[in-house]
């Protein structure tokens, strides 16, 4: 009898769970997150020029418990990055398939690069995450134009060059494009650059 009460209080708050989240809402999130992106709090909106909030994020954070679970049931740990304001998706696994290995990778590369660019400029990193400041039309210039930036890109497989490697980032959330020949990183892509900086600093 005992089982039975536990089982039915259980099918009761995971109908609640459920019942509080659309479908198509759930749906959008796990879009997402299939294509390799992570959820911002705030996403850059192209019409207003501005940054705004993003109601996938608010949805996440609203009903963590429920979507860990969820995912948790898809082999997936749903991570929740309280510095940069953001969430992703990591295989619960150890062993991390190569291509999420090579993914880091081509990411971690084009932060450096980036963030090495701006420092070298004598520019604040933190600027790189202000939609006002961040990359310009005169950064990408010299950026495409540096033969060492260009070699080190063609090795992370960017055969495109700047401009692929910018698209990569920015279909990863991990960085926006304000404006013709203007980019900014995101929350998240600024965490991330702040972690590879601190790690290669310490090595």
Do not use: C
């Not at 679970?69 to 150890?94: C, R």
């Amino acid at each position: 009898m005992e089982t039975r009460d536990t089982e039915s209080t259980l099918n009761e708050q995971g109908a609640t769970s459920f019942e509080q989240i659309l479908p198509a809402h759930s749906a959008a999130i796990y879009r997402e997150f299939q294509a390799g992106r992570v959820i911002v709090r705030d996403v850059w909106d192209n019409n207003r020029s501005e940054l705004r909030a993003n109601p996938l994020y608010n949805l996440l954070y609203n009903h963590l418990s429920h979507f860990r679970t969820f995912y948790e049931h898809l082999g997936s740990d749903l991570v929740f990055n309280e510095t940069g304001a953001f969430f992703f998706l990591k295989e619960s696994s150890d062993d991390e398939s190569e291509e999420h290995d090579e993914n880091a990778f081509r990411v971690q590369v084009v932060l450096l690069l980036i963030g090495r660019y701006f420092a070298r400029s004598g520019r604040d990193l933190d600027y790189l995450g202000r939609p006002e400041a961040g990359l310009n039309e005169q950064d990408l210039a010299n950026l495409g134009a540096d033969e060492e930036y260009q070699d080190i890109l063609r090795a992370a497989r960017f055969e495109k060059g700047l401009s692929e490697a910018l698209d990569y980032l920015e279909k990863r959330n991990l960085l926006f494009r304000s404006g013709a020949g203007r980019y900014f990183l995101s929350s998240a892509g600024s965490y991330f650059l702040h972690q590879l900086v601190q790690e290669y600093e310490q090595s």
